[in-house]
Structures are given as structure tokens and as C-alpha cells.
């Protein structure tokens, strides 16, 4: 992870992974499609009512390179009745549009739309795909998503949380 995060944040994100909602899926899968709604996101189609996941988005841009990710966001329920939402980024960077290296005829190492670009009109043609010119993706749990789909369902406890943990970090328990 890169960033400054707080002792607040942190303590406030891994209390959300602890949550359990009493409540039916449908509300608690709708509360985290408006969460990805206020994020910018759109959903794809799903099959599966307790999966929500987003298409690729793309920051930066294709000259220098970007980084393009997607989130994931899944309930799972539990025998009680209870369900555990579990919220997951994954995501990967892209190099700037540049040619490959040209590879010598002998050589079978290399797929067969990785030959050399013969003209800038190919270059500039083509995007940068995701498999080929990126770095390995990376999937991760997304704590602050799914802090945020806490807070929409239940602001109250949210707030109590909030209230104790600035306290905890204000007493030096950090």
C-alpha cells in the first residue's frame, strides 16, 4: 500500500472486515452498488445476486502509462442469517505506448501478436491491452470500500465507532 493513512483510518477499516449485517442481501448488495455509484462506477451484469463487479477503469494515460483497475464486492451469508460483505480491488499498471523489440526469426518466445510495429501508423493504432503490456494484476481487500458500505447501512454504529477510536488514538493506544 502506498499512501499516508492514519491510525484512525486503519483502526476504522479493519473493523469493518469484522461486521456482520442482520439484513437481507437485496440491501445490503444495493447499499454497496450506490457506494460504487458515488465512486464513479458502473456495474457489469451479474448472475449471481451476491456479486457486484465493476468493468475496468482506467487512470492515467495510454502515453505514459496508467493504472487500471476494477472492484469486486460479494456477500457472503452465513448459516445464521447473518452476511459478511467482502469488498476487493483488483488492479495493474500499463506501460507507455511503445514499440516491442524486434525478435529474431528463430525465436518462438514470443506470442504472435507481439510482433514488431513496421510502421507509426500501427503503433498509434493500437491500445495497449492489458495482458501484454501491463504489469501481473494484483488483487487486494479493499478495507476503505467496504468502511464505506458500513456507513451507509448503519451510520449510527459507524459513528460510535468513529467517537471510540478517536478516543483510543487520542489516549496514545495506537
Same mark, same amino acid.
Given at each position: 500500500?502506498?499512501?499516508?493513512?492514519?491510525?484512525?483510518?486503519?483502526? $476504522?477499516?479493519?473493523?469493518?472486515?469484522?461486521?456482520?449485517?442482520? &439484513? +437481507?442481501?437485496?440491501?445490503?448488495? *444495493? /447499499?454497496? =452498488?450506490?457506494?460504487?455509484?458515488?465512486?464513479?462506477?458502473?456495474?457489469?451484469?451479474?448472475?449471481?445476486?451476491?456479486?457486484?463487479?465493476?468493468?475496468?477503469?482506467?487512470?492515467?494515460?495510454?502515453?505514459?502509462?496508467?493504472?487500471?483497475?476494477?472492484?469486486?464486492?460479494?456477500?457472503?451469508?452465513?448459516?445464521?442469517?447473518?452476511?459478511?460483505?467482502?469488498?476487493?480491488? $483488483?488492479?495493474?499498471?500499463?506501460?507507455?505506448?511503445?514499440?516491442? &523489440? +524486434?525478435?529474431?526469426?528463430?525465436? *518462438? /518466445?514470443? =506470442?504472435?501478436?507481439?510482433?514488431?510495429?513496421?510502421?507509426?501508423?500501427?503503433?498509434?493504432?493500437?491500445?495497449?491491452?492489458?495482458?501484454?503490456?501491463?504489469?501481473?494484476?494484483?488483487?487486494?481487500?479493499?478495507?476503505?470500500?467496504?468502511?464505506?458500505?458500513?456507513?451507509?447501512?448503519?451510520?449510527?454504529?459507524?459513528?460510535?465507532?468513529?467517537?471510540?477510536?478517536?478516543?483510543?488514538?487520542?489516549?496514545?493506544?495506537?
Amino acid at each position: 500500500m502506498t499512501g499516508c493513512a492514519t491510525p484512525q483510518k486503519g483502526l $476504522l477499516e479493519r473493523t469493518s472486515s469484522y461486521v456482520l449485517y442482520d &439484513l +437481507p442481501t437485496g440491501t445490503v448488495m *444495493q /447499499a454497496a =452498488a450506490e457506494v460504487l455509484g458515488e465512486r464513479g462506477y458502473t456495474l457489469l451484469p451479474s448472475t449471481d445476486p451476491r456479486l457486484l463487479h465493476t468493468p475496468w477503469k482506467v487512470d492515467g494515460n495510454f502515453d505514459m502509462g496508467s493504472r487500471w483497475s476494477r472492484l469486486y464486492i460479494e456477500s457472503r451469508p452465513r448459516p445464521d442469517g447473518r452476511v459478511r460483505v467482502r469488498a476487493y480491488e $483488483l488492479y495493474a499498471s500499463t506501460y507507455g505506448r511503445t514499440q516491442l &523489440l +524486434p525478435a529474431m526469426p528463430a525465436d *518462438q /518466445a514470443y =506470442a504472435p501478436d507481439e510482433q514488431s510495429h513496421t510502421t507509426p501508423t500501427v503503433l498509434i493504432a493500437s491500445e495497449p491491452s492489458l495482458p501484454i503490456h501491463s504489469s501481473r494484476p494484483v488483487m487486494r481487500r479493499n478495507l476503505e470500500l467496504e468502511w464505506a458500505i458500513l456507513e451507509r447501512l448503519n451510520p449510527q454504529f459507524a459513528g460510535r465507532v468513529k467517537e471510540q477510536v478517536d478516543r483510543y488514538v487520542a489516549q496514545g493506544g495506537h
